[in-house]
């Protein structure tokens, strides 16, 4: 199983990215979709999830109204579209991919089962 994050880089403060991964060797559209982060000396955060189908999402509270999760199941992607960063968004940001194929995402990274090598995104002020 791979993920391989990309799309990560450096951008002004009120800019916007998107940032991808791509899955192989599972079938995805049996799993649900997460993206966390870290910044260095602090701990892993949630960022947000979407379910199998892409009906439901969810974010953390530090995003919620800036980012935007999305799937493309026949491409096997999942994308992060991020507005009005800041620079406090600096981090390495990782995909990772829980199999279940319920309604509602969650937000806890003990329930994912693979994870992507991180993509960095560096906001300057």
């Known amino acids: 199983v791979q993920l391989q994050a990309s799309g990560g880089g450096l951008v002004q403060a009120g800019g916007s990215l998107r940032v991808s991964c791509e899955v192989s060797?599972?079938?995805?559209?049996?799993?649900?979709m997460g993206w966390f982060r870290q910044a260095p000396g602090k701990d892993r955060e949630f960022v947000g999830a979407?379910?199998?189908?892409?009906?439901?999402?969810m974010y953390g509270d530090s995003v919620k109204g800036r980012f935007s999760i999305s799937r493309d199941n026949a491409k096997s992607a999942v994308y992060l579209q991020m507005n009005s960063l800041k620079p406090e968004d600096t981090a390495v940001y990782y995909c990772?991919?829980?199999?279940?194929?319920?309604?509602?995402?969650?937000?806890?990274?003990?329930?994912?089962?693979?994870w992507g090598q991180g993509t960095q995104v560096t906001v300057s002020s």
């Open positions: 060797g599972v079938t995805f559209g049996n799993y649900e």
């Open positions: 990772a991919a829980r199999r279940y194929s319920g309604s509602y995402p969650v937000a806890s990274s003990t329930y994912y089962d693979y």
């Open positions: 979407i379910n199998w189908s892409g009906s439901n999402t």
